[in-house]
C-alpha cells in the first residue's frame, strides 16, 4: 500500500534554493477565472452525481448560467481596471457554446489552459483512450478557436486517474493545477516532458469561500489580503505565488464585486513588488530559469535523508 501519492517529492519550505521573478518582484500574482459549462443532463457517472437534484435541476443549472450571462462581464471588467490578464480554467466546450465570451478574452490576450470539456464530465472511471481524447480535444478546440496552444491543466470538477499527470507531460503541457501543496512550483515525478505544480489555492477559492466556508463578501476581501501579506513578506526571501481561482457566477454577483474590486486594487498597488501575470508565464519563466535547480536540490535532499 502507498503511504503518499507519490506524484512529488517532500521538500520542506525552507531552505530551497531562492526563486527569483522578472524585475526582482516578490509575488508572482495570476487570476484563474474558470469559465465553466455546466451540462443539464450529462451522461451519469456512477461514481459521483452531477446535480444534488433529481432532473431537471434547472435552479442549479440557472445559478450557474448566471456567471456566463451577466457575471464574466462584470469580472472582465473589474480585471481590466487593474490591468490583470486572466489564465482561464476553460471548459472548453464552451468555445462552441458561448463564442463571444472566448473571443473577449482572447481580444485582452488572456491565457487559456484546460479544464476539461465540461465541468459535468468526470474523469473518474475513464479509459487512457477515453482521457487522451479529452487532452487532444482540448488541445485542438483552443487552438482552433484561439490561435493558442494550451499549457496548463486543471482536471474537470478537480477529478482525476492514476495516469493523468503522466499523460498531460506527455502531451507537452507545463503545468497542472491539480495539487494543492506548496506556495511555489515544484517539478513532479513523470517519465516524460516536464511538469510542475503551479500553485492553485482551494483556501481562497471563490467556491470554498462562499459556498462551503459560507463567507461574506468582506470577509472574502480580508482573507485575500491576509493572504497576499504572508506571501509577500515571504517572498523577500524567495519568490512566491499567489493565485486567486474564482467563478463568474460567484463572483461576479452584483453585491460581491465591489469587495472583490477592493482585494485586487490592494494586490496591484504593490507595483515594485508583485508580477501580475499568467501561468504560463510563470510556468515557463520557473522552467527556464528554476526548474534544474530545483530537482538537483530534491534529489541531493532524497540521498541524505
Not at 465591489?258 to 520557473?286: G, K, M, N, Q
Request: glycine fraction near 6%.
Amino acid at each position: 500500500m502507498k503511504s503518499n501519492p507519490e506524484l512529488y517529492d517532500y521538500w520542506p519550505y525552507k531552505d530551497r534554493p531562492k526563486v527569483t521573478w522578472p524585475g526582482g518582484k516578490k509575488v508572482a500574482f495570476w487570476v484563474a477565472p474558470n469559465i465553466e459549462f455546466y451540462e443539464l443532463d450529462p451522461p451519469a457517472n456512477p461514481q459521483r452525481k452531477s446535480w444534488p437534484r433529481p432532473h431537471p435541476d434547472v435552479a442549479g443549472y440557472s445559478y450557474r448560467d448566471f456567471g456566463n450571462r451577466v457575471g464574466h462581464w462584470r469580472m472582465m471588467e473589474a480585471m481590466d481596471e487593474f490591468g490583470i490578464r486572466g489564465s482561464i480554467s476553460l471548459s472548453v466546450a464552451l468555445c462552441q457554446h458561448h463564442p463571444e465570451i472566448i473571443a473577449e478574452c482572447a481580444a485582452r490576450d488572456w491565457e487559456f489552459f484546460s479544464h476539461g470539456i465540461y465541468n459535468t464530465r468526470y474523469a473518474y472511471g475513464m479509459d487512457e483512450a477515453q482521457e487522451r481524447a479529452i487532452l487532444e480535444d482540448s488541445i485542438r478546440t483552443v487552438q482552433e478557436a484561439t490561435g493558442q496552444r494550451i499549457r496548463g491543466y486543471l482536471a474537470p470538477a478537480l477529478t482525476h486517474t492514476e495516469r493523468t499527470l503522466e499523460l498531460i507531460a506527455e502531451y507537452d503541457f507545463w503545468y497542472t493545477c491539480d495539487l494543492f501543496q506548496d506556495d511555489q512550483p515544484q517539478p513532479l515525478k513523470t517519465k516524460s516532458g516536464r511538469l510542475i505544480s503551479m500553485p492553485y489555492s482551494l483556501e481562497i477559492n471563490d467556491h470554498y469561500a462562499y459556498n462551503v466556508f459560507g463567507q461574506s463578501a468582506r470577509q472574502y476581501t480580508d482573507v485575500l489580503k491576509r493572504q497576499f501579506d504572508t506571501l509577500l513578506e515571504e517572498g523577500a526571501e524567495s519568490g512566491t505565488v499567489m493565485c486567486i481561482p474564482i467563478h463568474a457566477y460567484l463572483v461576479g454577483r452584483s453585491h460581491r464585486a465591489e469587495p472583490f474590486r477592493e482585494a485586487l486594487r490592494y494586490i496591484t498597488s504593490h507595483t515594485d513588488e508583485v508580477w501580475v501575470t499568467t501561468a504560463a508565464e510563470i510556468a515557463r519563466h520557473y522552467l527556464d530559469h528554476h526548474y534544474d535547480e530545483a530537482l538537483a536540490d530534491i534529489a541531493a535532499r532524497r540521498v541524505t535523508s
